[in-house]
């Protein structure tokens, strides 16, 4: 009679879910649906999407990133109008962003004189791919030719003053100067001091001093960064112009003088004259002027 093997196990055991098949579906937390792209696509590591340190923000604006193509405008303006964070939100996420080696941004002359911004974006940071000059079995490429700057978006028009003369619009120079000593958000290059110059004459023409002119424009400012302080400042010229001062009244003529009590040498009537001599009549009696 054999003997019973007490190792054997009494009965099949049942598969457990998510230890023997991992693709089971589980009990609770995310269900992944997935597709599997083969075009226009992304290739995120795990290191970054789920990464420790880095805000939702952050991860999310990396992401976007490295989605896009070469050369494409990830400065804080271009990022602000394309997502309804704010500047403020936005520049604080590429700083996470360069502390944690994702990006880098350094400002560079380009050879016709511009200072840009070159964004170096790392989908690995630590990896560093080998340049054309490290590379010995290749030629070496030529470098992209740099984009011409975007063009500047013209500003927009300003009231213009009846009469314009150098006093006055130098007065209204001095007055765009002493904007930025009130915030230094309003501090304006030279040329937008030229451009809005008229528009401030046309002010110091309706009988308001340099000071009320210079509390107008800078009051009530709203709290965000002014990424165009010259567009404002030309809106606020333009929306609040006050109406031009009253008439003065015309001033009346001087009444004429009124001469003194003179006593005709001829007759001896009284008269009003300036001089003494004779009156009306008798110097038409003698046929002499009146």
Request: a positive charge.
């Given at each position: 009679?054999?003997t019973?093997?007490?190792?054997?196990?009494?009965?099949?055991?049942?598969?457990?879910?998510?230890?023997?098949?991992p693709?089971?579906?589980?009990?609770?937390g995310v269900?992944?649906?997935?597709?599997?792209?083969?075009?226009?696509?992304?290739?995120?590591?795990?290191h970054?999407?789920?990464?420790p340190?880095?805000?939702?923000?952050?991860?999310?604006?990396a992401?976007?990133?490295q989605?896009?193509?070469?050369?494409?405008s990830?400065?804080?303006?271009?990022?602000?109008?394309r997502?309804?964070?704010?500047?403020?939100?936005?520049?604080?996420?590429?700083?996470?962003?360069?502390?944690?080696?994702?990006?880098?941004r350094?400002?560079?002359?380009t050879?016709?004189?511009?200072?840009?911004t070159r964004?170096?974006?790392?989908?690995?940071?630590?990896?560093?791919?080998?340049?054309?000059t490290?590379?010995?079995?290749?030629?070496a490429?030529?470098?992209?030719?740099?984009?011409?700057?975007?063009?500047?978006?013209r500003?927009?028009?300003?009231?213009?003053?009846?009469?314009?003369s150098?006093?006055?619009?130098?007065?209204a120079?001095?007055v765009?100067?002493?904007?930025?000593?009130?915030?230094?958000?309003?501090?304006?290059?030279?040329?937008?001091?030229?451009?809005?110059a008229?528009?401030?004459?046309?002010?110091?023409e309706?009988?308001?001093?340099?000071?009320?002119?210079?509390?107008?424009?800078s009051e009530?400012?709203?709290n965000e960064p002014?990424?165009?302080?010259a567009a404002?400042?030309?809106h606020?010229?333009?929306?609040?112009l006050?109406?031009?001062?009253?008439?003065?009244?015309?001033?009346?003529?001087?009444?004429?003088?009124?001469?003194?009590?003179?006593c005709?040498?001829?007759?001896?009537?009284?008269?009003?004259?300036?001089?003494?001599?004779?009156?009306?009549?008798?110097?038409?009696?003698?046929?002499?002027?009146?």
């Amino acid at each position: 009679m054999d003997t019973e093997n007490t190792s054997a196990p009494s009965r099949a055991q049942s598969r457990i879910p998510g230890k023997n098949h991992p693709h089971a579906r589980p009990r609770s937390g995310v269900v992944h649906d997935n597709a599997r792209h083969t075009e226009n696509f992304t290739v995120i590591g795990n290191h970054l999407a789920q990464h420790p340190e880095l805000s939702l923000l952050a991860i999310g604006l990396a992401t976007y990133i490295q989605s896009v193509r070469q050369g494409t405008s990830v400065d804080i303006k271009t990022l602000a109008n394309r997502f309804p964070e704010g500047p403020t939100r936005i520049a604080a996420a590429l700083r996470e962003l360069e502390a944690h080696g994702y990006l880098s941004r350094t400002r560079e002359r380009t050879p016709t004189g511009h200072v840009v911004t070159r964004t170096v974006s790392r989908n690995r940071p630590g990896h560093r791919t080998s340049t054309p000059t490290e590379n010995s079995s290749g030629p070496a490429r030529r470098p992209a030719p740099d984009k011409p700057p975007p063009r500047k978006k013209r500003l927009p028009a300003v009231p213009q003053p009846g009469y314009t003369s150098p006093a006055l619009l130098q007065a209204a120079i001095d007055v765009l100067a002493g904007l930025r000593r009130r915030d230094p958000r309003l501090l304006l290059s030279a040329t937008d001091a030229e451009h809005l110059a008229p528009g401030v004459a046309a002010w110091l023409e309706r009988d308001l001093t340099p000071t009320a002119v210079r509390h107008a424009l800078s009051e009530n400012l709203p709290n965000e960064p002014l990424i165009r302080p010259a567009a404002f400042l030309a809106h606020r010229l333009t929306a609040q112009l006050p109406p031009l001062p009253p008439a003065r009244p015309p001033v009346p003529p001087s009444p004429e003088p009124r001469h003194p009590l003179r006593c005709c040498t001829g007759c001896g009537t009284p008269f009003r004259a300036p001089e003494p001599g004779r009156c009306r009549d008798c110097r038409a009696d003698l046929k002499e002027p009146v």
